[in-house]
C-alpha cells in the first residue's frame, strides 16, 4: 500500500418514502379535524368548544382568566366547517389558517395516493424545522390577540 489510502465511498441510507396507502392515511388524518368540527356546534362565547369532545375546560383561561395560545382554535375550526369563514377568523386566526392548511395538505396527499405517488418523509430535512417553527411562531403571535379579545 501506498502511504495513502482510499476510503470506500459510504452507501447513501435509503430515504424514507410514504407510498400511496400511507399518503392516503395521512390524508385522511389531516381532512378529520374539519369533519368532527362538521359536528360539533361552535360555543358563542369564542372558545369552550372543544368541551364537547369531553375534553376539560382551559386550565390556563379557568385558572388565571387568561387564554392560552390554542384557545378558540375548536371553535374557529367549528365555525368554518359550518361555512362561517369570517366568524372563524375573527375567533382565532390562526385556526382559519391551521384550517385552511389541514384541508389543503389533506387533499394533496389524497391525490397523491390515487395518483400512487410517494412522498418522501420530510422530517429529518431542513424544510421540515423551518415549518415547525413557523407554525409554533404563528401560535405565540396569536396570543396576544386572544388575550385582546378576552379583555375588550
Known amino acids: 500500500m501506498t502511504g495513502?489510502?482510499?476510503?470506500?465511498?459510504?452507501?447513501a441510507a435509503p430515504?424514507?418514502?410514504f407510498g400511496?396507502?400511507?399518503?392516503?392515511?395521512?390524508?385522511?388524518a389531516f381532512l378529520a379535524p374539519a369533519l368532527v368540527a362538521r359536528g360539533l356546534t361552535s360555543d358563542a362565547r369564542g372558545y369552550g368548544t372543544h368541551?364537547?369532545?369531553?375534553?376539560?375546560?382551559?386550565?390556563?383561561?379557568?385558572?388565571?382568566?387568561?387564554?392560552?395560545?390554542?384557545?378558540?382554535?375548536?371553535?374557529?375550526?367549528?365555525?368554518i366547517a359550518h361555512?362561517?369563514?369570517?366568524?372563524?377568523?375573527?375567533?382565532?386566526?390562526?385556526?382559519?389558517?391551521?384550517?385552511?392548511?389541514?384541508?389543503l395538505v389533506g387533499l394533496a396527499l389524497l391525490g397523491m395516493a390515487?395518483?400512487?405517488?410517494?412522498?418522501?418523509?420530510?422530517?429529518?430535512?431542513?424544510?421540515w424545522q423551518v415549518v415547525e417553527r413557523v407554525v409554533l411562531c404563528l401560535l405565540l403571535a396569536g396570543w396576544p390577540y386572544q388575550v385582546w379579545r378576552t379583555f375588550h
Open 51 to 79: 368541551c364537547q369532545l369531553w375534553l376539560p375546560p382551559c386550565t390556563l383561561k379557568t385558572l388565571t382568566g387568561i387564554p392560552c395560545p390554542f384557545c378558540g382554535m375548536t371553535t374557529s375550526f367549528a365555525f
Open 20 to 28: 400511496p396507502l400511507a399518503c392516503a392515511l395521512l390524508g385522511l
Open 83 to 103: 361555512g362561517r369563514i369570517r366568524e372563524g377568523a375573527a375567533t382565532q386566526p390562526v385556526g382559519a389558517l391551521l384550517f385552511a392548511t389541514t384541508i
Open 15 to 17: 430515504r424514507r418514502t
Open 4 to 11: 495513502v489510502e482510499q476510503a470506500a465511498p459510504a452507501l
Open 114 to 127: 390515487a395518483a400512487r405517488r410517494e412522498l418522501p418523509d420530510p422530517r429529518p430535512s431542513r424544510w
